[in-house]
């Protein structure tokens, strides 16, 4: 997409130069209209390349939502396993007037295991009788997902919790573990995404 944008934006330019040149000849008229009509164009063209992941998150928490309603369920408790899909959570429970969020901190050790949370975090939580929705923004591997799911059965957790991902990747996708989440895109490229999201984008998030 990027690319798209960048080769759109260059033969505008380039059409706007001839045809610069040639309105010069005819009027001073012709000759602003152009200007303006090639400018504008162009910064269409670099703006919405720079505002599609916000768009993107946008009607994704539309359709999460919806689909959130289809399925017949009232949620009570967000769930996230990583800072970037915190963000996301707070901005489903906002959308939803869900009341409360629990973001588990998420840490991969020198050996490469992912830690999730600890049960000592959801002890005073009583995870029983909740409706709980788990947000992720971004599946690859599934390692993180896998841990914090099994935390939250461990800390008590008894509802099966309906799993919402923003983005997944193709991979992933074909997991059999994973053929009940629920996912908005599919994309490969997770790292382009991201440099549009600065304050989600880290290495931390996509592992």
Same mark, same amino acid.
């Given at each position: ?14 059409? *706007? ?9 005819? /009027? ?15 910064? %269409? $063209?670099?703006?919405? =390349? ?6 993107? $998150? ?10 959130? +309603? ?54 005073? !939580?009583?995870? !029983? ?11 690859? +591997? ?17 509802? =099966? ?16 573990? %994973?053929?009940?989440? =629920? %996912? ?11 440099? *549009?999201?600065? %304050?989600?984008?880290? /290495?931390? !998030?996509?592992?």
């Amino acid at each position: 997409m990027k690319r798209i944008s960048r080769v759109s934006s260059f033969l505008a330019l380039i059409a *706007g130069l001839v045809t610069l040149v040639l309105s010069i000849e005819k /009027s001073i008229v012709i000759f602003s209209l152009a200007f303006l009509s090639v400018l504008i164009f162009t910064l %269409w $063209l670099i703006f919405s =390349e720079s505002i599609l992941p916000f768009r993107r $998150l946008k009607k994704g928490l539309k359709l999460m939502q919806q689909r959130i +309603s289809e399925a017949h369920r009232k949620p009570d408790l967000i769930v996230a396993f990583d800072r970037g899909s915190g963000i996301l959570a707070c901005m489903l429970a906002q959308k939803m007037r869900i009341g409360e969020v629990i973001v588990l901190d998420r840490r991969v050790k020198e050996d490469g295991e992912v830690i999730v949370g600890d049960i000592s975090t959801l002890n005073n !939580d009583k995870l !029983d009788n909740r409706d709980v929705v788990v947000a992720k923004f971004h599946l690859a +591997s599934g390692r993180s997902l896998h841990k914090g799911l099994a935390l939250l059965k461990q800390a008590g957790l008894k509802k =099966e919790p309906l799993v919402f991902c923003l983005y997944i990747t193709p991979s992933a996708r074909k997991m059999n573990e %994973w053929k009940r989440v =629920e %996912w908005i895109y599919l994309h490969s490229d997770i790292y382009q995404t991201l440099g *549009g999201l600065p %304050w989600i984008s880290t /290495s931390y !998030d996509i592992r």
